[in-house]
């Protein structure tokens, strides 16, 4: 472990990631780099630290055991930046992980030496600068001269460092050489010259050093340039600045308009404020998925957020911002089982922190805990579909349904969903009591959603434990109850498992029946990641009556969408049944590739086969054919071979499948899958048009068009518009 220290500012962060992409090629498994900025609570590292490494840790084991187990064998860099607000809880982590995986090396950035056993520090100085009265002769003599002159050719090309050789090189020193103080002075050079920067830099050096002089000189330093860069803004941009410190990570205009507005900022001026506070360097703006969002630099943040601390809005602000995520929340939960599915994954996923941070705030305040279990109610489809971490949701569960324990609606969806999180983990055991509670909760208040929740979880529990029977009575009893209360989603879902069910009973004319409607009801609300689920049952269906063929070509249609937005655990299902295609097929070789490949899929997400059950019984059967066929040895090395497949390479061999055709499995009927109107936005992407020329170009909103290109990459299987321009390319 090596720990890089130094002063805010100094560059710790991009130090860090500049080596981590040198010697990154060292490590078998790659680097993997956990921001830990964000986080306020060192329970959540665990959690943290497995997302980054993208594990989907879904077992029940405790985050810490899960996480060293998923390491162990591992060859990584594991780059923790920002570590200095959570000292001992990351001493406590490396020190675990590198016991239990040798092979992994880890890489801090922190204020301060962690303490973490068989730590090496390394300080990081501040940029070389000329000495007080000994300028610089050229530009790149000294690192700071050097960077000042290349910021200052991006916000003022007439701009001569030359020719101004002695006021930069004096400014570099009063600066220390500290990287961010050097570029919140070069913004300056839009307004002032570097000479007027220098003056009114000394009048704020004097003044601070009368004020505080418990400071450090360098954290003077880069005190002193923060406090300078906040004078120049007007009024309304440092109060805006303080309120947008609340967020954690980055945000959104739609959240810094609700959540930072009133009191003397009306909504429709955030904007104009926060395009001041970019081109003061206040703000950094970002870009994903063609939406702009802003963050602070930390140590920027740090300052804002003492602002915040001293206006007394504080406690408003963070409870504005919880409830604004609060309503995200809802928001999601109504829209997800719709065309809005492929937004709400990026959404969502762009929040996390945010989200962290309601829950953490939610949590710590008394009486505010009922918030906290609709939060984590709200996003089971999240937890589950998306970030895949079961014991982070059970984690924020445990402690909401604890602190909050009033009978509330909320409480009563709390509760189901804990136990779905449960039965997904296989802890069967803890599903029925969880229910119980929920339906006498819901009997009680009248709720009929948590009726219909309560019965469909209990029909899939009696079908984790065999009991057929009274899993269909149970599961029709939910459809019928989701269909009453208007509960789309609900039926779709109630539907699947009925599938499943029926499927294992042996029903195969009412299961594909039934797995015809439920294919049916995502066509028509254009939900297409359910769509890939109800793919893979449809196959399931298929696989059970015999017909290969097309269980492999429905199962790998649903795959290819699942691979493009990181559900594992829907691509270790259909690696699973597309194994038992190829032992049906007499396909013994790539049969254990794929047993092989599903298996690295169940282990990265801490579980195996837990979504199967019972089909469990499918698989030792499959499998002991196939090893019969193949050989013991044979079989050993064609398994171990797809174990040692990436996600990505695993799947690619799925997709590869022979046919009459000659086409790889999965890709014949794309075309249609497209509506026109895709298939016209897929041709202006292979021109090489961005989302705002193609609205422009078919007089469409941009949110439209980005909502099409989206549409496209889930129906093809695809992640990037490169890929979709690829596709035109070939189908032309």
């Not at 162990?72 to 239990?100: F, Y």
């Not at 090309?157 to 220390?176: K, T, W, Y």
């Not at 990570?249 to 810094?256: I, K, N, P, S, T």
């Not at 804990?418 to 909760?441: H, K, S």
């Amino acid at each position: 472990m090596l720990t890089l220290t130094g002063v805010g500012g100094v560059g710790k962060t991009r130090l860090a990631l500049r080596l981590a992409a040198e010697a990154g090629r060292a490590f078998r498994d790659g680097v993997r780099l956990v921001d830990l900025t964000t986080l306020r609570n060192g329970e959540a590292l665990p959690h943290a630290v497995s997302e980054a490494l993208g594990l989907r840790d879904e077992s029940p084991q405790r985050p810490m055991s899960s996480l060293m187990e998923l390491l162990e064998g591992r060859q990584l860099l594991l780059v923790l930046d920002g570590c200095e607000h959570l000292p001992q809880a990351v001493a406590m982590l490396a020190g675990k992980l590198l016991g239990a995986a040798p092979e992994v090396r880890i890489l801090a950035t922190s204020r301060e030496i962690l303490g973490a056993e068989g730590e090496y520090v390394l300080t990081v100085p501040p940029l070389s600068f000329p000495e007080p009265g000994r300028p610089a002769t050229a530009p790149a003599q000294y690192d700071a001269v050097d960077l000042f002159a290349e910021r200052a050719a991006a916000v003022q090309p007439a701009f001569s460092v030359a020719g101004n050789i002695e006021a930069v090189s004096a400014l570099c020193a009063r600066l220390d050489g500290i990287p961010l103080a050097i570029e919140l002075a070069v913004a300056r050079l839009r307004a002032l010259s570097v000479t007027q920067i220098l003056d009114r830099l000394d009048d704020r050096f004097e003044l601070l050093t009368s004020q505080r002089r418990t400071l450090v000189p360098r954290h003077q330093t880069l005190r002193a340039a923060i406090d300078w860069s906040f004078e120049l803004c007007s009024a309304d941009e440092r109060t805006l600045a303080a309120r947008l410190s609340v967020f954690s990570g980055d945000f959104d205009l739609e959240a810094a308009e609700q959540v930072c507005s009133g009191d003397g900022i009306p909504a429709q001026d955030v904007f104009d404020l926060i395009v001041g506070l970019l081109d003061k360097s206040i703000l950094v703006r970002t870009e994903t998925t063609g939406t702009a969002r802003y963050r602070f630099l930390e140590t920027i943040r740090e300052y804002a957020q003492s602002i915040l601390a001293s206006s007394g809005e504080e406690p408003a602000l963070r409870r504005r911002h919880r409830d604004h995520y609060r309503r995200l929340a809802g928001r999601a939960l109504q829209e997800w089982f719709g065309p809005h599915q492929l937004e709400w994954v990026h959404r969502l996923r762009d929040d996390r922190a945010n989200l962290r941070a309601a829950l953490e705030f939610s949590l710590g305040e008394p009486g505010e805990a009922g918030a906290a279990l609709e939060i984590v109610a709200s996003l089971w489809h999240y937890w589950i579909s998306l970030a895949g971490s079961f014991n982070e949701g059970r984690h924020w569960l445990e402690r909401a349904l604890e602190l909050a324990p009033e009978a509330t609606p909320a409480r009563a969806d709390a509760l189901w969903v804990a136990a779905w999180f449960a039965l997904r983990q296989g802890d069967v055991d803890a599903a029925p009591p969880l229910l119980r509670e929920c339906r006498d909760l819901a009997q009680r208040l009248g709720y009929p959603t948590a009726m219909a929740a309560a019965a469909h979880f209990s029909g899939l529990t009696a079908y984790f434990r065999s009991d057929f029977q009274s899993a269909l009575t149970l599961l029709e009893e939910a459809r019928e109850r989701y269909h009453a209360n208007g509960d789309e989603a609900g039926v779709w879902m109630a539907l699947f498992h009925l599938v499943i069910v029926h499927s294992a009973l042996g029903d195969d004319v009412l299961a594909e029946s039934l797995a015809a409607q439920c294919l049916a009801m995502c066509e028509d609300r254009s939900a297409y990641l359910s769509r890939s689920n109800a793919l893979w049952v449809v196959g399931l269906a298929r696989w059970f009556q015999g017909e290969q063929a097309q269980a492999a070509e429905l199962v790998e249609k649903g795959l290819g969408v699942m691979r493009s937005h990181d559900d594992r655990w829907g691509v270790a299902e259909c690696l699973e049944v597309l194994a038992w295609v190829a032992a049906a097929g007499g396909k013994g070789e790539r049969a254990a590739r794929l047993f092989g490949a599903a298996g690295t899929v169940w282990q990265s997400i801490g579980t195996a086969l837990p979504g199967l059950l019972p089909f469990a019984d499918f698989h030792n059967i499959c499998e002991a054919r196939v090893r019969r066929a193949l050989g013991a040895r044979a079989y050993t090395t064609a398994f171990q071979q797809g174990a040692g497949l990436s996600l990505e390479q695993a799947v690619d061999y799925a997709l590869d499948v022979d046919r009459r055709d000659g086409t790889p499995g999965g890709r014949s009927g794309r075309v249609s899958a497209l509506t026109p109107r895709e298939l016209e936005v897929a041709e202006l992407v292979a021109q090489g048009m961005s989302n705002k020329e193609i609205a422009a170009k078919l007089v469409i909103a941009q949110r439209t068009a980005e909502g099409h290109v989206e549409h496209i990459l889930a129906k093809l299987g695809l992640s990037s518009r490169v890929q979709i321009a690829t596709w035109v390319t070939g189908r032309r």
